[in-house]
């Protein structure tokens, strides 16, 4: 997640194009009723579909600047926190702080992102993040940075993310149409890990040659290009929906929509079980490159990167697939691939072998979450898609904290391969049930 990755830049050299025709966002719109907006440049369908249109090029461009100056910041945090407490646990209380916020203010972000303006949230999140990263950058480069001001900087970023992820994930469909989407969903997935290597090999050399502090003030600067994007987008004017509802109706709403739905409230649910069981063994990476390999932070950072790579190709076939192959078979497939290759993985004793089913442990990650992005936002009606889409981020980052502990706490009482061969192990079991209680989402395309 989060997973999670904005961004537009203004692209020079664009011709001029009409606005698209006005997207009916009242509260009775249904996927029916919305029209996809026309393309604006010549490109082909096929990997690169979602290009063909002006507003995802201002969003693709500066995404990826933005998610550069992301990992740059998060690695660099990283580096500074040991250095201020030389403390893992502490470290670890940084990321608990900063996720927090998700899970205080998502579901309340969904609603406001069915009522209000989508571009302004995002803009406003993105300016404050901007400020957030260049106080960061200030207190570090005068060297009055102290362990608390990064707590407090982490939360209050994590708040802006908390109102910003959501509003972007249902913001997709307003750039791109209905018919695209997946498509836009599977390439930001290929940039999110493509920055995802990019972004820390900066930051390492920035590091070492200009000092923390320029990897704040580089974050910073690459707010600029998202900012502009935005403003440069053109988009019908917003109409506010007529209904007036609490906030608290307006949530339960949403929620009444997943729970009467069976195959989103099995896609959120399945979502997950995949935080808690599958995905942990991120967390449990040092384990295995100090313990288990015997190959020290050198060799973690070749884990890491197998994975990168790994979830980068499976955005690139996924974008590549198109609708040729049915998203709830894409989604079987990946989804017992990933238990497969995650439970292989923790018993290897060879590090050749462990990258090679890192690589595949990224690619089928990227297939399985991607997949059940696409599918959700393909169901969902459009005046509710703010409110599911925050359950799917609230289910996504609210549940990490109770996998980590279970890992954690198998790892303890067992060891690390052990917690990782359970959890993946039972996960395949639910992906099993899940196939046959539900067979619509087998056949969903």
Not at 84 to 97: I, K, P
Not at 117 to 129: E, F, L, T
Not at 148 to 167: C, D, K, R, S
Request: net charge neutral; charged share 15%; with cysteine.
């Amino acid at each position: 997640m989060e997973d999670d990755e904005l961004g537009r830049e203004a692209v020079a050299g664009m011709d001029p194009i009409a606005p698209p025709p006005e997207l009916d966002r009242s509260p009775a719109a249904t996927p029916a009723d919305e029209p996809a907006p026309p393309p604006d440049t010549p490109v082909p369908p096929g990997a690169f579909a979602a290009l063909r249109h002006r507003n995802f090029q201002l969003f693709y461009a500066g995404q990826f600047l933005s998610l550069v100056g992301t990992w740059m910041q998060s690695t660099a945090q990283g580096w500074l926190v040991l250095n201020l407490t030389n403390s893992e646990l502490l470290l670890g209380v940084v990321t608990a702080v900063a996720s927090a916020p998700t899970v205080l203010f998502s579901l309340y972000a969904g609603a406001l992102a069915d009522r209000a303006d989508k571009r302004r949230i995002i803009m406003a999140a993105n300016a404050a993040s901007l400020v957030l990263a260049l106080l960061l950058a200030i207190l570090t480069h005068t060297e009055t940075i102290t362990y608390p001001a990064v707590l407090a900087i982490a939360f209050a970023l994590g708040t802006a993310n908390a109102f910003e992820i959501p509003t972007r994930q249902s913001f997709f469909v307003e750039l791109v149409g209905r018919d695209d989407l997946p498509n836009a969903i599977a390439l930001n997935s290929a940039q999110f890990n493509a920055t995802r290597i990019v972004g820390p090999a900066i930051a390492g050399w920035l590091i070492g040659t200009a000092g923390t502090a320029a990897c704040f003030y580089a974050n910073a600067a690459s707010y600029l290009f998202v900012l502009a994007g935005l403003h440069a987008m053109r988009l019908p004017a917003f109409r506010r929906p007529e209904r007036r509802e609490g906030t608290l109706e307006t949530i339960r709403e949403g929620l009444a929509y997943i729970r009467s739905d069976r195959l989103s409230r099995t896609l959120v649910c399945l979502i997950a079980a995949f935080s808690v069981l599958g995905f942990p063994y991120v967390m449990l990476m040092p384990v295995f490159a100090r313990d288990v390999l015997r190959v020290g932070a050198h060799g973690l950072g070749w884990l890491l990167a197998a994975t990168g790579a790994g979830a980068l190709a499976g955005g690139i076939a996924l974008a590549a697939a198109g609708e040729r192959i049915p998203r709830g078979r894409i989604l079987l497939g990946a989804s017992l691939g990933f238990c497969a290759a995650v439970f292989t993985f923790a018993g290897s004793r060879s590090f050749p072998l462990s990258l090679a089913l890192l690589a595949l442990v990224g690619f089928t990650m990227v297939l399985n979450n991607a997949t059940v992005n696409a599918l959700l936002q393909s169901t969902v009606p459009d005046h509710l898609r703010g409110r599911v889409m925050s359950v799917y981020v609230f289910m996504f980052v609210g549940t990490a904290p109770i996998g980590a502990l279970q890992a954690g706490a198998l790892s303890k009482a067992l060891d690390a391969p052990s917690a990782l061969q359970i959890g993946a192990a039972v996960l395949a079991v639910i992906v099993v049930a899940v196939a046959w209680r539900v067979p619509e989402l087998v056949r969903a395309r």
